[in-house]
């Protein structure tokens, strides 16, 4: 027989697997945009103006409307993909009423193809579709943990938190003295997103060595456009 206790997750009130992941990437990618946008855009001002007002003035207006964008964004992208998980689990309650000695096939095949003998499924299908047909199934055909299906307001929140956090650093070192502040906010700026291309790549068991060197060099470029454009505009406007 199996384990029933293997398919089942108590979750107790707790926040599901898959819901800390989705806001932990909403987290790291909110963060490394904020640093990225953010610091490209006060770099630009600061080149242009030595003055900390407009330099101020713009990175809260960054900051604000990329926090608001970032957690609008993600609140969209999960709740279509909380809609699709809802309308496949939908679909298999309907199948579970319509075709229940299909359904029940189907378990017993897929219990097979994942290593047990036919009278060994054909049990297990029976037990497990006694106990709860719609979660077994939801389970082992899509993936979804009905205890866990994607939250878009704990990602949206996590993105413009995230964002907000990462937005503050260079906003904030960009108001240092001149010449100093530059030096010091490019300094912060590829520190900060060595750290976040180390986690993103840790949360997705990717190369964290490669991770960090693109994210670092696409912030560096960033910055580097931005100031050379800042510089060009100061000298002309």
Same mark, same amino acid.
Request: overall charge negative; charged content about 20%; glycine content about 8%.
């Given at each position: 027989?199996?384990d029933?206790?293997?398919?089942?997750?108590?979750?107790?009130?707790?926040?599901g697997?898959s819901?800390?992941?989705?806001w932990? &990437?909403? %987290?790291v990618?909110?963060?490394?945009?904020?640093?990225?946008?953010?610091a %490209?855009?006060?770099m630009g001002v600061?080149?242009?103006?030595?003055e900390r007002?407009?330099? @101020?003035?713009a990175?809260? +207006?960054?900051?604000?409307a990329?926090?608001l964008?970032m957690?609008?964004?993600?609140?969209?992208? !999960?709740?279509?993909?909380r809609d699709?998980e809802?309308?496949?689990?939908?679909?298999? &309650? &309907?199948?579970?009423?319509r075709?229940?000695?299909?359904? @029940?096939q189907?378990?017993?095949q897929?219990?097979?193809?994942?290593?047990?003998?036919p009278?060994?499924?054909?049990?297990?299908?029976q037990?497990?579709?006694?106990?709860?047909?719609l979660?077994?199934?939801?389970?082992?055909?899509?993936?979804? *943990?009905?205890? *866990? !299906?994607t939250?878009?307001?704990?990602?949206?929140?996590a993105?413009?938190?995230?964002?907000?956090t990462g +937005?503050?650093?260079?906003?904030?070192?960009i108001? @240092?003295?001149?010449?100093e502040r530059?030096?010091?906010?490019?300094?912060?700026v590829?520190?900060?997103?060595?750290?976040t291309?180390f986690t993103s790549?840790?949360? %997705?068991f990717?190369?964290t &060595?490669? +991770?960090?060197i693109?994210n670092?060099l696409?912030?560096?470029?960033?910055?580097?456009?931005?100031?050379l454009?800042g510089?060009?505009?100061g000298?002309?406007?």
């Amino acid at each position: 027989m199996v384990d029933l206790a293997n398919v089942r997750h108590e979750h107790s009130g707790s926040e599901g697997l898959s819901n800390r992941l989705n806001w932990l &990437r909403a %987290g790291v990618l909110g963060a490394n945009d904020g640093i990225v946008s953010v610091a %490209g855009i006060v770099m630009g001002v600061a080149a242009a103006s030595d003055e900390r007002s407009p330099i @101020l003035i713009a990175g809260i +207006a960054a900051l604000v409307a990329g926090a608001l964008s970032m957690a609008a964004g993600e609140y969209v992208s !999960v709740s279509t993909q909380r809609d699709a998980e809802l309308a496949l689990v939908e679909a298999e &309650r &309907r199948d579970l009423k319509r075709m229940p000695e299909e359904e @029940l096939q189907d378990l017993t095949q897929m219990l097979q193809d994942r290593g047990m003998t036919p009278e060994t499924a054909e049990a297990a299908a029976q037990e497990l579709t006694e106990w709860n047909a719609l979660r077994v199934h939801s389970y082992l055909e899509f993936g979804i *943990d009905l205890d *866990d !299906v994607t939250n878009p307001w704990s990602a949206a929140f996590a993105s413009m938190v995230a964002f907000t956090t990462g +937005a503050l650093l260079p906003m904030l070192t960009i108001l @240092l003295p001149s010449p100093e502040r530059f030096y010091v906010t490019v300094g912060a700026v590829l520190i900060a997103l060595a750290l976040t291309g180390f986690t993103s790549a840790k949360l %997705g068991f990717a190369n964290t &060595r490669r +991770a960090m060197i693109r994210n670092v060099l696409g912030g560096a470029f960033a910055m580097g456009v931005t100031y050379l454009i800042g510089s060009l505009l100061g000298t002309q406007v």
